[in-house]
């Protein structure tokens, strides 16, 4: 597996994000009206509307058919910074533990050999193997329909690095400061490293970027490498990515 060095030094988070935060990605152009493949339900919705103007740093093949549900037009990790975690934790066999509409999972397949996505919402998964198809990676891609905390307790499966981008908590998001113990869905950061080390000691946690960067840096175990990735999409800070991994590897 193929870590790089952080390209940014890590700063402590300022204030003002969303939910797997897509608020100030893109800028909305006035030209750009809803066409084909819009959503009935963003329809005199402003908020929603916002996600629309950014369809395409979402997924730059929108246009050929992407499918998303309301709560993934948020949630779903841009297609720049998707990539760019790919890169980091390119390997042979990455389990995406939340896998969403696909937004990671996605990118995954092109750095790795396998690719193992689960969601507990069908779905959503449903739409992840669509969205795959339309990349040409979905025969990559292992989808499994199931609880991640019991897929981690359960699965003799060993992969070579384990991603979370576990929900951020709706309405309790915090934008002042993110308690990564507190607030994740559907167990604490903590809890979350205890089921992914069941499956490998790479790891790499998708967060907001106001977490309290000390809880952060505490979820590595004693001599393990840490560090911290600010995802920017464009000039937008968009999240922060940690990764934590073994010594050895
Ligand atoms: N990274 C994804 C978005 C993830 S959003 C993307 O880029 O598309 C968080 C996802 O976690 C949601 O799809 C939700 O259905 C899923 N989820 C929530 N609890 C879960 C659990 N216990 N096990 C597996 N998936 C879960």
């Given at each position: ?9 890590l ?10 935060t897509?608020?100030?990605l893109?800028?909305t ?8 493949n ?8 402003k908020k ?9 740093k979402?997924f730059s ?5 992407i499918?998303?549900?309301?709560e993934s ?5 841009p297609?720049?910074v998707?990539?760019?975690i790919?890169?980091?934790?390119a390997?042979?066999?990455v389990v995406?533990a939340?896998c ?22 069908a ?11 339309i ?18 307790s ?18 309790n ?8 113990e507190?607030?994740?869905l559907p167990?604490?950061a903590?809890k ?7 499956i490998?000691?790479n ?5 907001p970027?106001?977490?309290n ?14 560090e ?11 999240a ?10």
């Amino acid at each position: 597996m193929a870590y790089q060095k952080s390209k940014f030094a890590l700063t402590m988070p300022e204030t003002d994000q969303v939910l797997h935060t897509l608020q100030s990605l893109g800028i909305t152009k006035k030209e750009d009206q809803p066409k084909s493949n819009f959503p009935k339900y963003m329809e005199n919705n402003k908020k929603m509307m916002r996600f629309w103007y950014k369809r395409y740093k979402l997924f730059s093949r929108f246009d050929q058919g992407i499918k998303l549900d309301a709560e993934s037009w948020y949630s779903v990790t841009p297609e720049g910074v998707a990539e760019e975690i790919a890169q980091r934790l390119a390997c042979d066999i990455v389990v995406d533990a939340f896998c969403g509409c696909g937004g990671n999972a996605i990118q995954f397949a092109k750095t790795c050999r396998r690719v193992i996505a689960i969601d507990i919402d069908a779905n959503k998964l449903a739409m992840a193997k669509h969205n795959a198809t339309i990349y040409g990676v979905a025969d990559k891609i292992e989808f499994i329909y199931a609880d991640f905390l019991h897929f981690a307790s359960s699965t003799r499966l060993r992969a070579d690095a384990v991603f979370l981008s576990p929900p951020w908590g709706g309405t309790n998001y915090s934008r002042e400061e993110f308690d990564i113990e507190k607030y994740l869905l559907p167990v604490g950061a903590t809890k979350m490293m205890q089921y992914a080390r069941r499956i490998s000691e790479n790891v790499g946690i998708y967060l907001p970027r106001s977490s309290n960067i000390k809880q952060v840096v505490a979820l590595a175990k004693e001599k393990q490498h840490r560090e911290v990735d600010m995802n920017f999409l464009g000039s937008s800070w968009v999240a922060i990515t940690a990764y934590f991994w073994d010594f050895k590897f």
